[in-house]
């Protein structure tokens, strides 16, 4: 990505950022996380990606609740930044926090598994 694509990823991230907490703060009982945001080369649209703490709602009926705001998410980007064209937004949930979480568990059954099978072969001397 060019410098400038970059810069306008991290103003429409805080832009977004601000309006999930300000004007759409009533789309989830937790909190939404605006992780990352990739703008193609044109600056025409982005990929906004997202994550849910907390809240009894699940992520992806909170996605859905934002996808149908995208035009008015849309509209508090265009006050905040300065750009020739409003970029299409497209929403994904980010889900790398549960990613990490599920290998971590795979390796701390691995270590499990591999700590009790060196006890095991210890005993056997």
Do not use: C, W
């Not at 400038?4 to 991290?10: H, I, L, W, Y």
């Amino acid at each position: 990505m060019s410098i400038r694509t970059e810069r306008v990823a991290g103003e429409v991230q805080q832009a977004l950022a601000h309006a999930f907490q300000t004007d759409f703060s009533d789309l989830t009982d937790g909190l939404i996380t605006v992780t990352k945001v990739r703008m193609a080369p044109d600056l025409r649209s982005g990929r906004v990606y997202i994550s849910l703490l907390g809240g009894s709602q699940r992520a992806e009926m909170v996605l859905e609740r934002v996808k149908a705001e995208t035009p008015h998410l849309r509209a508090s980007v265009a006050k905040q930044v300065r750009l020739r064209f409003v970029p299409e937004l497209y929403f994904y949930f980010d889900d790398t926090q549960e990613e990490v979480a599920r290998v971590e568990e795979i390796f701390r059954k691995i270590g499990t598994e591999r700590g009790s099978h060196d006890a095991s072969s210890d005993n056997s001397l």
